[in-house]
């Protein structure tokens, strides 16, 4: 009752909270006042933002064409869990995804990170999920080809990418998505 902690009660890092009671923040199973391995950055310092690299988005009817779907991490710290992003299905068009691919020609020749994902088609569009251990290094990103594949004449629509909140540690879910027109000519 003399307001310093007993032996029993150490706060070794010194945050006012016996170490039996405080929290396990970075996950590893550890309460942090004895936690000796670095916290990471916190959730608000990963930032995850959507974009995508194509070439000529008009098509023919039967035209196929590959789109490399990019998860950014702009904020300059390396993600934390698991990542998912949810790809909605397009009137008049057909998304694919070969998880072995791992280069692909939209313009040039281009590597690309489908062995690091798994994918689910929900019936209303294509759920992708990190594989277990894949991190998006700091300011890097994770390339996700897919094939678009024309079905119908005379359609319009996009390619649009949601990543999921707080998805691999992410914060600011005002930048989480992407939008690509496309159309089908004849």
Do not use: C, H, Y
Request: charged share 15%; glycine share 10%.
């Amino acid at each position: 009752g003399d307001g310093t902690l007993n032996d029993v009660d150490l706060d070794t890092d010194n945050d006012g909270i016996p170490n039996t009671t405080d929290t396990d923040d970075d996950g590893d199973g550890t309460l942090d006042g004895v936690d000796t391995t670095p916290q990471g950055p916190s959730a608000s310092d990963i930032d995850l933002f959507p974009n995508a690299t194509f070439g000529s988005m008009t098509f023919n009817v039967g035209d196929s064409k590959m789109v490399i779907i990019n998860i950014n991490e702009i904020k300059g710290n390396p993600t934390n869990g698991t990542i998912s992003f949810f790809v909605p299905s397009a009137t008049g068009f057909t998304f694919g995804f070969d998880p072995t691919m791992t280069t692909t020609t939209v313009v040039a020749a281009e590597t690309v990170n489908n062995t690091s994902w798994t994918v689910l088609d929900t019936g209303t569009g294509l759920l992708f999920t990190s594989k277990s251990g894949v991190v998006i290094p700091a300011g890097l990103r994770s390339r996700v080809a897919i094939s678009v594949t024309a079905n119908t004449a005379g359609t319009t629509a996009t390619i649009t990418t949601n990543i999921t909140p707080n998805s691999g540690g992410d914060a600011n879910s005002n930048n989480n998505v992407s939008v690509v027109s496309m159309s089908v000519q004849n």
